[in-house]
């Protein structure tokens, strides 16, 4: 998807990361090339063939990642969108987050495209993610949001959506509506903040819950 933005951002990158080059197709112009996962003693462990496009929001998404020489299966499983088979990186609500300042697409590959290969490269070699991972479907939105929130149970997780899609913002002596004898701003005010600025992921996620939650009504947050 062609982007002004990137394409002007990508300059920049081969001077960084050198196996990475500009190439141009169907008038747009991104990053193609070899991207090594080198451990502190400059052991390189492996080497991923990727593309890397703009988004339609850069720098206020994640750009599109692409592993374009199968070196691991292209699937959910693997973090791999099915609908273009571009790399899940993150969770979308949390990549928004990310974002929010705006992202420079060399900081991208440097803080979130090598963590991501580096952990492929682990899941290769040893059958699992190093730091675990999430879920997948509406397991993986409860896992990341209870993480963040950590609500006592389904109604209070839920509740706590609606506060934060009400942009909620006591004043500053305030009690915490969820710990109560605690002020917000000692809890939970810089996470409601933070989801605030994936206001539309929350919109959307929130829905699914909701169904999820009626169907099994007695399923227990950890």
Same mark, same amino acid.
């Given at each position: 998807?062609?982007?002004?933005? !990137?394409?002007?951002?990508?300059?920049?990158?081969?001077?960084?990361?050198?196996?990475?080059?500009?190439?141009?197709?169907?008038?747009?112009?991104?990053?193609?090339?070899?991207?090594?996962?080198?451990?502190?003693?400059?052991?390189?462990?492996?080497?991923?063939?990727?593309?890397?496009?703009?988004?339609? +929001?850069?720098?206020?998404? =994640?750009?599109?990642?692409?592993?374009?020489?199968?070196?691991?299966?292209?699937?959910?499983?693997?973090?791999?969108?099915?609908?273009? =088979? /571009? $790399?899940?990186?993150?969770?979308?609500?949390?990549?928004?987050?990310?974002?929010?300042?705006?992202?420079?697409? /060399?900081? #991208?590959?440097?803080?979130?495209?090598?963590?991501?290969?580096?952990?492929?490269?682990?899941?290769?070699?040893?059958? #699992?993610?190093?730091?675990?991972?999430?879920?997948?479907?509406?397991?993986?939105?409860?896992?990341?949001?209870?993480?963040?929130?950590?609500?006592?149970?389904?109604?209070?997780?839920?509740?706590?959506?609606?506060?934060?899609?009400?942009?909620?913002?006591?004043? +500053?002596?305030?009690?915490?509506?969820? $710990?109560?004898?605690?002020? !917000? +701003? %000692? $809890? %939970?005010?810089?996470? !409601?903040?933070?989801?605030? !600025?994936?206001?539309?992921?929350?919109?959307?996620? +929130?829905?699914?819950?909701?169904?999820? =939650? %009626?169907? =099994?009504?007695?399923?227990?947050?950890?």
């Amino acid at each position: 998807m062609k982007n002004e933005q !990137f394409e002007k951002d990508i300059e920049v990158v081969p001077a960084i990361f050198n196996s990475l080059t500009i190439v141009e197709a169907n008038g747009e112009k991104f990053l193609k090339g070899e991207l090594p996962i080198v451990d502190a003693n400059r052991k390189v462990w492996a080497k991923y063939q990727i593309e890397i496009k703009g988004s339609d +929001r850069y720098p206020y998404s =994640f750009p599109k990642l692409f592993e374009t020489a199968d070196a691991f299966k292209h699937n959910a499983d693997w973090h791999v969108y099915e609908n273009d =088979f /571009s $790399c899940c990186v993150d969770y979308p609500a949390n990549a928004k987050i990310i974002c929010k300042n705006g992202l420079h697409v /060399s900081d #991208y590959i440097k803080n979130y495209a090598i963590p991501y290969f580096a952990n492929q490269t682990f899941r290769i070699r040893e059958g #699992y993610y190093r730091y675990g991972e999430y879920s997948h479907g509406v397991f993986g939105k409860i896992e990341y949001y209870q993480s963040k929130l950590k609500a006592k149970n389904p109604a209070e997780l839920l509740e706590m959506f609606r506060f934060i899609l009400l942009d909620y913002n006591p004043p +500053r002596t305030a009690a915490c509506p969820f $710990c109560h004898n605690v002020k !917000f +701003r %000692h $809890c %939970h005010r810089d996470v !409601f903040r933070e989801l605030q !600025f994936a206001k539309d992921y929350l919109f959307q996620d +929130r829905a699914h819950l909701i169904a999820f =939650f %009626h169907a =099994f009504p007695d399923y227990k947050l950890i």
